[in-house]
């Protein structure tokens, strides 16, 4: 919803098209590189769980920005640390289901996990072109903060299943 929040703001698609071209580019590629090391220094899940928290805030504050008409240098610093936040994210959910993965099904597991992270993904775009309708960016940006702020227990209620396999793993991968 990043572009038709940036048109209504006032913005032309040739910057639009810009933002996504470059500063979405660059900050999702410096948040994986980020997000990988925060999720091998927290833990995969536990990074995945701080990481949906600091998302949804940055999602909540964006649309207090917009409901308070902050500008748009302000929605556009916003957008950009949530892109910056859902390339750690990313990284770090990626890392978890593969801790969550039995060796031996990775292939199928993983699939499935990434059908299931693009099947959210559809969902929330979804849910929030619904939403700006009838509540406006500010309201429907509100709605899947919740979302996503409930969906924490759940993620931290994965780490226990993966813990022996993430213990598992550590070991194959020091040496000695």
């Known amino acids: 919803m990043a572009g038709p929040l ?4 006032g913005r032309s698609s040739e910057y639009v098209g810009v933002f996504f071209a470059f500063p979405v580019v660059a900050a999702t590629a410096i948040g994986a590189l980020a997000g990988g090391g925060l999720a091998d220094w927290l ?6 769980a701080c990481l949906t928290a600091v998302i949804a805030l940055d ?5 207090a920005a917009y409901a308070a008409s902050l500008g748009v240098s302000t929605i556009v610093g916003l ?12 990284a770090s959910s990626y890392a978890m289901f ?8 990775g292939a199928t597991q993983f699939s499935a996990f990434m059908g299931a992270t693009n099947l959210c993904e559809v969902w929330a775009t979804y849910a ?3 939403l700006v309708v ?3 960016y500010a309201g429907a940006f509100l709605i899947l903060a919740v979302v996503s702020f409930v ?7 994965l780490r226990t299943l993966g813990a022996k396999q993430d213990v598992d793993a550590r070991h194959l991968t020091r040496p000695g």
């Open 134 to 136: 009838t509540l406006d």
């Open 43 to 48: 833990g995969h899940a536990r990074a995945v």
């Open 128 to 130: 929030v072109g619904r």
């Open 79 to 90: 957008l950009t640390a949530l892109d910056l936040l859902y390339g750690a994210f990313a």
């Open 6 to 9: 940036l048109i209504d703001c």
């Open 98 to 105: 593969m801790d969550l993965t039995d060796p031996s099904l």
């Open 151 to 157: 969906s924490i227990p759940l993620v931290l209620g």
């Open 59 to 63: 999602v909540s504050a964006l649309a």
